[in-house]
């Protein structure tokens, strides 16, 4: 398992599906997700050029940000939140990360502000959206009363940076079953951009994983979450 080998073999995917689609291949940042794998793991694919990295548990990631900058790598990379994210720990999240790609209430995104306004920082999020309406999913629905309420509250939530939406399809082995749900994420990204609303940017897009990265850049992905086909399979969950 040669990290720099599969970082430089997801690259050339992402180049070939911008090509496919006729979008510059920079219109797409290469998220690596590191959730499971160590601190040096993640050092070996910032030294391989990954500059933005993501990782689903804040007491997982805390544990590592000490080894992270012993090997130099903290300070020189983003860190975003992309999993489900308690409100409870929103205060440690905003000291670590330096994004939220998972705010799926206006509950959260307070909590969020509130954090990132003692620290003196901004943070950047991301709205997530349940687009199939999964049950046991975590994400706002696209047509719920939450999500109005969160993006008119943008304004006033001074220390967030609302950028755009994310989204994780329901899963399956065939990358073509997620198209119409990218689409579906895509056009209501379409949607809120035509509606300016202020405080409230729709620049980002991330949706994509391992297994549907190509598709979902087709589909206008800016942002791809690629964990397995970067580091390998994970043993835990
Ligand atoms: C784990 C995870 C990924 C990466 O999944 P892979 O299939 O390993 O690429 C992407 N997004 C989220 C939200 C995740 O939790």
Redesign the pocket.
């Known amino acids: 398992m040669d990290i720099a080998e599969n970082i430089a073999r997801v690259r050339q995917r992402i180049a070939d599906a911008a090509r496919r689609a006729g979008r510059p291949e920079d219109a797409i940042t290469l998220l690596a997700?590191s959730?499971t794998f160590p601190a040096e793991a993640i050092a070996a694919a910032h030294a391989a050029g990954v500059e933005v990295f993501?990782e689903?548990r804040v007491q997982e990631f805390g544990e590592k940000v000490a080894r992270l900058r012993e090997l130099g790598v903290y300070d020189h990379a983003r860190w975003h939140m992309?999993?489900h994210l308690q409100s409870n720990k929103a205060a440690r999240a905003a000291e670590l990360f330096t994004a939220v790609?998972?705010v799926d209430s206006l509950h959260l995104a307070e909590k969020l502000n509130a954090a990132a306004g003692k620290l003196g920082r901004t943070l950047d999020v991301l709205i997530e959206i349940n687009i199939a309406g999964e049950a046991q999913k975590s994400g706002i629905a696209a047509e719920a009363a939450e999500l109005e309420a969160l993006l008119e509250a943008a304004p006033r939530l001074a220390h967030l940076r609302v950028r755009g939406l994310?989204t994780?399809p329901p899963w399956s082995a065939d990358a073509e079953a997620s198209r119409p749900y990218f689409r579906q994420l895509r056009a209501l990204r379409d949607h809120l951009a035509a509606r300016r609303l202020p405080g409230v940017a729709m620049e980002v897009l991330s949706m994509g994983?391992?297994?549907d990265?190509e598709v979902a850049i087709e589909e206008g992905a800016t942002s791809v979450?690629?964990?397995?086909?970067?580091?390998g399979r994970?043993v835990k969950p």
């Not at 979450?225 to 580091?231: D, L």
């Open positions: 997700v959730k993501g689903n992309i999993g790609d998972s994310m994780v994983m391992s297994n990265f979450r690629v964990g397995t086909a970067i580091f994970r």
